[in-house]
Nanobody, 125 residues
Framework: QVHLVESGGGLVQAGGSLRLSCAVS????????MGWFRQAPGKERDFVAA????????YYTDSVKGRFAISRDNAESTEYLQMNSLKPEDTAVYFC??????????????????WGQGTQVTVSS
């Protein structure tokens, strides 16, 4: 059975940092592109970042470029999202996800096969 479990969310002041982790079990992580999405209240779940199977290629949505960094440790079956210079508009539930598709499809929510349950990130002004 496949499980993706996020951790590391919380409440932080604007300008602060958080590091999200996503522990994956039941998958050979080396065969999956990994991504992060977020969903604010009343809004759709939007793409944040993705990383290719070997970690060589990363994609980011424009609003987080230069502030967030996605990484992965295939040996530990874990994905990370380092979030710096956080803004109130980053407040959302953050979800990790895995797809068997290549990274070219990674911006599209429908491409993902497995999802975590989400972790809340709240940035106060």
């Amino acid at each position: 059975q496949v499980h993706l479990v996020e951790s590391g969310g919380g409440l932080v002041q604007a300008g602060g940092s958080l590091r999200l982790s996503c522990a994956v079990s039941g998958l050979n992580l080396r065969s999956y592109t990994m991504g992060w999405f977020r969903q604010a209240p009343g809004k759709e779940r939007d793409f944040v970042a993705a990383i290719s199977r070997g970690g060589q290629t990363t994609y980011y949505t424009d609003s987080v470029k230069g502030r967030f960094a996605i990484s992965r440790d295939n040996a530990e079956s874990t994905e990370y999202l380092q979030m710096n210079s956080l803004k109130p508009e980053d407040t959302a539930v953050y979800f990790c996800a895995a797809t068997g598709a290549f990274i070219a499809s990674a911006r599209h929510r429908a491409a993902y096969d497995y999802w975590g349950q989400g972790t809340q990130v709240t940035v106060s002004s």
